[in-house]
């Protein structure tokens, strides 16, 4: 009797020992902020101040009457719903093109993948250049097609649109690589019985290497929905949320609540609504999308 | 010399010992507390507020001040735009090691005030010539109740520049003087193909809009803020605002533009008339292909501007040396000749009247006529936004502007509900103040 609890007992503290690193860190900054900010949202917490007052709900009802939180919240969710699905499908196209045995794939592999490497800030500031309503390259682009030129980071329409294509440039070769993986662990016999029944190259891609691949665009969803609702960096550097809040997005407001007007309590209760958002969504991702993932010999 | 003993019992010894590491100790600490001898090293935080080379006009003013100044050495810190400058002063109020000197827009001034955060330099400057020959609209936005809490030393107005060669080519010789002869005149330059606007008649510039929009609604004499509360939602408030609109619906300004963006469409002829910064007249005159045109900002029931711009504020919480060091150094920015100086590098407004009565300046107004406007204008500008909270108010501000422009709701409702969130923020840091 005492034999297998103390074997178990020592497992246990092994399994404990183990996983005491990465708890210390996720408590220390992950759940013991979410705590505070929930502890925070109903009170007035002011950044360098260690006075705190009890508020009740009133941070709440700011947020819901705030013209500018939902004007963040729509810009975050048209950012997420446009750059997601788009940066997935071309990824999808350059993963299938590139797991074919064409010559220099590797420096075609590592061309797409390229914009992954460079620094997201370093990245804004190339772009910022090449959206230049004067002299920048795409207006000069346009122009040889004989498109108007447009005023891009300048003007309120255009400006999350251009961040949304630049965000799908970078994008797209992160979620390549991570298909491409899963593409090479597709039997290659199905597409050879598929080739002798007569199938045409696009019914494969949608009966035969979807599916198969379905468990990993299903974490590429997942994964996009994360980094897009956590966009931050491109919108600091090339917009700061301008002109006219049109690139205002949920994580910029929050920053500037907290550190522009130092109003600890409001910023998170923004932070509350936008993790409860995600949470929303991601729940109802897992339980439409997750549901039809198809994972091999299951 | 017989004894070969040291005279030095073992008690000795220790007490000596623990006095030598108190010495150490506090010496550790003594450029905080520098003594006449030593050198006070002073931070000063400010922004480039406007378009131009202005940081390397700062850092060479700084090095001069360095050069001729033995016993203070201030560090400059460039500190990106006004509200990063703020926010960066803030953080490191909150964690208590505030730089000696900063570079805030006026309107900040209560905000600091509410952090206990600004050295009140009344009684220093009343043993100066400060009260005497400062222009006493340009003093008054560093003082609250009476107490002074710094140097104005960049002071600017929104002025109305225009573009002499579209002027000319669309048959117009003279800037307009009122809101209708605005709208008229705006409408003259305006040149479209189809849907695209190659050319607009008037640009606000974006991101100060809201600082452009006060001085509108001054022209309808009406100030929409006291020290506690603010009125957007007035009568003169939303006239203003509907006479923009009118202007947007009238295609003859864009809805939204940028601080900077603004400035180059001028520069590059997209627009024919712009609103921006007097700071910004030196590097429009020197940039601009063109003539450069300066006016008064039109009237509607009088002139009427905002003072943007900042004073130079000191910290509260440094010791007396360095308190006294930062005043040295702020006394030094804003004297007679670095007003001067400053004045016609940039087209800030110098704040002494001695500048301004010196041939320098004189000889540089008869170059440069455009230069003396704002000064002239200034005699109808007051201090803008001076509410506690203000970057939180100023946001509530933009936003219903921007939403109006924008077409997404109308101008009293956007107004009214700027002036309930702002008013709420404002008493809740003034329930906080006690």
Not at chain 2, 114 to 127: C, H, I, N, S
Request: hydrophobic share 45%; proline share 5%.
């Amino acid at each position: 009797m005492r034999f297998p609890s103390e074997k178990s007992t020592k497992e246990s503290l092994v399994a404990l020992a183990m996983l005491l690193p990465s708890l210390i860190f996720l408590t220390a900054f992950t759940y013991w902020p979410i705590l505070r900010s929930l502890y925070f949202s109903f009170h007035d917490v002011m950044l360098g101040s260690n006075k705190i007052y009890f508020l009740g709900w009133e941070n709440y009802e700011r947020v819901l009457t705030d013209a500018l939180f939902w004007k963040s919240f729509r810009n975050t969710a048209f950012y997420t719903l446009i750059t997601i699905p788009a940066a997935i499908i071309c990824a999808l196209l350059l993963a299938v093109a590139l797991d074919t045995k064409i010559r220099g794939v590797a420096l075609y592999r590592s061309a797409f993948f390229y914009p992954v490497m460079i620094p997201s800030v370093a990245a804004g500031m190339v772009w910022v250049f090449l959206y230049a309503p004067g002299y920048g390259p795409i207006n000069g682009m346009m122009d040889i097609l004989g498109l108007p030129k447009l005023e891009w980071l300048y003007s309120s329409e255009w400006a999350l649109p251009a961040i949304m294509i630049m965000s799908i440039w970078k994008y797209s070769g992160y979620f390549m690589l991570i298909l491409l993986a899963a593409l090479q662990l597709v039997p290659r016999d199905l597409y050879e019985a598929a080739k002798l029944d007569g199938v045409s190259t696009w019914h494969q891609l949608i009966h035969i290497t979807i599916p198969l691949i379905s468990p990993t665009i299903y974490f590429v969803v997942i994964i996009g929905i994360l980094h897009s609702y956590q966009i931050f960096d491109y919108v600091f550097v090339m917009t700061q949320g301008g002109p006219a809040d049109s690139t205002n997005v949920l994580t910029l407001y929050i920053y500037q609540n907290a550190f522009q007007y130092q109003d600890i309590g409001f910023a998170s209760t923004v932070a509350n609504m936008l993790l409860l958002f995600i949470g929303i969504l991601i729940a109802l991702i897992a339980a439409t999308l997750g549901r039809r993932v198809h994972y091999l010999g299951s | 010399m017989t004894s070969t003993k040291l005279p030095i019992s073992r008690r000795h010894f220790l007490q000596v010992g623990a006095g030598a590491i108190t010495a150490a100790g506090m010496l550790g600490t003594t450029p905080l507390f520098a003594s006449g001898t030593d050198v006070v090293k002073l931070q000063f935080m400010y922004p480039v507020g406007v378009s131009g080379d202005i940081n390397r006009i700062v850092t060479g003013m700084i090095n001069d001040f360095n050069a001729s100044h033995e016993k203070v050495q201030v560090e400059p810190i460039y500190a990106g735009s006004y509200d990063n400058t703020e926010q960066k002063v803030m953080t490191s109020l909150g964690v208590g090691e505030p730089p000696a000197t900063w570079l805030p827009i006026n309107s900040a001034l209560q905000t600091f005030l509410g952090m206990d955060a600004l050295a009140d330099v009344t009684a220093m400057a009343k043993a100066d010539d400060i009260y005497q020959d400062f222009l006493p609209g340009f003093l008054s936005i560093c003082e609250s109740e009476e107490k002074l809490y710094g140097l104005p030393f960049q002071c600017s107005t929104p002025v109305l520049y225009y573009n002499k060669d579209l002027f000319a080519k669309a048959g117009i010789n003279k800037a307009p003087d009122t809101w209708a002869e605005l709208m008229e005149t705006a409408k003259a330059l305006t040149i479209r193909n189809g849907a695209d606007v190659s050319q607009w008649g008037v640009t606000f510039g974006g991101g100060w809009h809201d600082w452009i929009f006060e001085s509108f609604v001054r022209q309808n004499a009406f100030v929409p803020w006291q020290k506690d509360k603010v009125m957007f939602d007035a009568p003169e408030a939303i006239d203003a605002l509907e006479f923009w609109v009118k202007m947007v619906k009238e295609g003859v300004m864009p809805s939204a533009s940028t601080w900077q963006g603004s400035a180059n469409d001028f520069m590059a002829g997209r627009t024919a008339m712009l609103y921006h910064s007097t700071g910004s007249l030196t590097n429009l005159r020197k940039s601009s292909p063109f003539e450069v045109g300066v006016a008064f900002m039109p009237k509607n029931k009088t002139y009427g501007a905002t003072i943007g711009g900042g004073p130079i504020l000191m910290a509260k919480n440094q010791p007396d040396t360095h308190l006294q060091a930062s005043w040295t150094f702020a006394r030094w920015m804003t004297n007679t000749q670095n007003q001067t100086h400053w004045c016609k590098e940039t087209g800030y407004i110098a704040a002494r009247k001695s500048s301004w009565e010196g041939e320098d300046l004189k000889a540089f107004v008869n170059e440069v006529p455009a230069a003396k406007v704002a000064l002239e204008q200034a005699a109808y500008a007051g201090a803008f936004l001076q509410v506690p909270g203000y970057h939180k108010v100023r946001e509530y501000l933009k936003s219903a502007l921007d939403r109006t422009l924008a077409g997404e709701i109308d101008p009293t409702s956007a107004l009214k509900d700027a002036t309930k969130q702002a008013n709420r923020e404002i008493e809740r840091l003034m329930r906080r103040r006690g």
